[in-house]
């Protein structure tokens, strides 16, 4: 399996979480650790690896994930999947306006891409978690794989009408 430690140690250490676990069901694994530009340049884009671990970029909206990854012409569908039905369905859940309505769709993408697609097999997703409060201001949370979005973020009274 091949890992950056372009990413950080504790990516390396959920790499080592990972290939215990398999272990434990009888899967060998080796891992490879490379640097970020052999990993994403050789190994990742030219295909040449078995297994890998890795962040993905965070995305805004289950459409721009879906679309971006899992749609046969995605920019981002970098594992070749062409599945016509899901290709369909995504498109189908993007202009419902329905709440509850859309909300059902995606699960059901997410039940046909678990039994007939998942490649790749999605091991957790880091939680984002903005908290405001009224006296917080200048907060943009943006998905990525940081904080910068607090470098200017303040404190201060309430503003008005806001609570």
Partial sequence: MIITDGYGDNVVREAQWVQQDLAEVGIQVELVVQDYATYFTES????????????????????????????????????????????????????ELDRATRERQLHDIQRHIIENVSNPVPLYVYDGLSIYAPYLHDVFPHPDYGTRHQARMWLGPEAPGRH
């Fill in 44 to 95: 990742f884009a030219g295909k040449n690896y078995d297994m890998g671990y890795g962040l993905q970029t965070p995305m805004l909206s289950a459409d721009e994930y879906l679309t971006g990854e899992w749609t046969s012409d995605g920019p981002r569908n970098w594992y070749g999947i062409a599945d016509p039905a899901l290709d369909q369905m995504i498109v189908e859940q993007r202009g």
